[in-house]
Nanobody, 123 residues
Framework: QVQLVESGGGLVQAGGSLRLSCAAS????????MGWFRQAPGKERDLVAA????????YYVDSVKGRFTISRDNAKNTGYLQMSSLKPEDTAVYYC????????????????WGQGTQVTVSS
């Protein structure tokens, strides 16, 4: 079992930055892929960024490329999402998740989820 707890969300002006953290419990987190998802009101939960267990491969949705950076520190059982040049359309609840197997870009691979953290970007 893996438990995930996000932190770092908040209110920021457009153009600002935030760093989300995802603290994981359980020794197996370091062997799982990790993803950050977001869900805006009335919309589906979408993948924003993902990283393999080793950190060798990373995926970003087109809308955040060049602005967001996903990373992880397996020694600390923690994942991160650095968000810069934030836009109002980035406003959503952000979730981290862990995938024990399967494609790290497929939401169906993610078996463990955090409770989410709100990110609000004002214009």
């Amino acid at each position: 079992q893996v438990q995930l707890v996000e932190s770092g969300g908040g209110l920021v002006q457009a153009g600002g930055s935030l760093r989300l953290s995802c603290a994981a419990s359980g020794r197996t987190f370091s062997s799982y892929a990790m993803g950050w998802f977001r869900q805006a009101p009335g919309k589906e939960r979408d993948l924003v960024a993902a990283i393999t267990w080793s950190g060798d491969y990373r995926y970003y949705v087109d809308s955040v490329k060049g602005r967001f950076t996903i990373s992880r520190d397996n020694a600390k059982n923690t994942g991160y999402l650095q968000m810069s040049s934030l836009k109002p359309e980035d406003t959503a609840v952000y979730y981290c998740a862990a995938a024990p197997s399967g494609s790290y870009t497929n939401i169906r691979s993610y078996a463990y989820w955090g409770q989410g953290t709100q990110v609000t970007v004002s214009s």
